[in-house]
């Protein structure tokens, strides 16, 4: 049986804190804490959870622009992390990542031609006529046109500013593309358009996806997988009408329990019918704040199969 295409395996990430005094102890944030998640072939992997989870630390540790404390990450059986890592240049090939922000992410001062083709003649892929083809045949296939190269970012909406993000992604042909909110800072009607664009490319293109996002409606409705996030610890995993479906996790309930319910807010409904706790699951504590009890024990780090494609985190 073929390894997945990606696998993490107890990740940890961890940043050193100021002390609290001159000469006070020496304190670390723990901001992913025994990550284990895989990736197949052509799949879309949804991770979800509150600002602070560690879910978009989790997917910079994946595009190497974050080292682990611990833990590893394999593509295709082989490691993307410790002394047989491939360098920075190698990996740009295997994944690549679509940022929340489409205007912040592009440079100002280069016009959407030369930003492409540079990645072709740093990688030793094409230059001159051929990259300028290729680059025109990428802007043509995320729905753009070929004149589209001699303009500047700032000529752009932010639709076609994210769409040229998508082709940049794609210019070395990448097998993961990790997408970090790709539209949550794009107008409703936009961010359809984009999802469209990104479910046919995966189609097209055999490409596998994680993406990170807050829009549980997004998440429904491009994901195979959905991993919820709390405090650094993937606490509920599974296909994603398992999540959505039958929530178990205390803290998956209340997420899916937020998200507006038009019907609800017809008959003047209120509350979060799913937030209950269910007996037996890992701590959570459902105040405004989402805080785990900083006093109970270590939570395990396996999460127990309640399904044949759904597991949660069970307490001890």
Not at 163 to 177: E, F, V, Y
Not at 261 to 275: C, K
Request: glycine letters at 8%; one cysteine or more.
């Amino acid at each position: 049986m073929s390894p997945p295409l990606l696998e993490i395996r107890d990740l940890n990430v961890h940043f050193p804190l100021a002390r609290q005094w001159l000469f006070g102890p020496k304190r670390t944030l723990r901001a992913v804490q025994g990550v284990n998640l895989t990736l197949n072939e052509g799949e879309c992997l949804s991770i979800v959870g509150e600002s602070g989870c560690g879910k978009s630390t989790t997917a910079l540790t994946v595009m190497g622009l974050q080292e682990p404390a611990s833990g590893e990450i394999l593509f295709q059986g082989k490691p993307l992390t410790g002394p047989r890592a491939p360098t920075r240049k190698d990996r740009a090939r295997i994944a690549q990542m679509v940022f929340q922000d489409p205007y912040a992410s592009l440079n100002p001062r280069q016009t959407i031609g030369r930003m492409l083709s540079s990645q072709l003649s740093l990688h030793g892929i094409a230059r001159g006529s051929e990259a300028a083809d290729r680059v025109a045949d990428m802007l043509t296939r995320v729905g753009l046109t070929p004149d589209h190269a001699e303009r500047y970012p700032h000529e752009f909406s932010g639709g076609q500013r994210q769409r040229i993000g998508i082709a940049r992604a794609l210019m070395l042909a990448p097998k993961i593309l990790v997408l970090d909110e790709p539209v949550s800072a794009l107008d409703v009607s936009i961010q359809a358009q984009i999802i469209n664009l990104l479910m046919d490319l995966q189609e097209t293109l055999g490409l596998s996806y994680i993406m990170i996002s807050h829009d549980l409606s997004v998440v429904e409705h491009v994901s195979d997988r959905v991993a919820v996030m709390y405090f650094g610890r993937v606490v509920e995993e599974g296909d994603w009408h398992s999540i959505f479906s039958r929530p178990t996790h205390p803290y998956t309930r209340r997420l899916i329990g937020s998200v507006p319910d038009p019907d609800a807010i017809l008959t003047g409904a209120r509350g979060l019918p799913n937030a209950a706790p269910v007996p037996g699951t890992a701590r959570f504590s459902p105040d405004i704040s989402l805080r785990p009890d900083p006093d109970e024990e270590p939570e395990p780090s396996e999460l127990i199969r309640i399904g044949r494609s759904h597991r949660v985190r069970l307490a001890q």
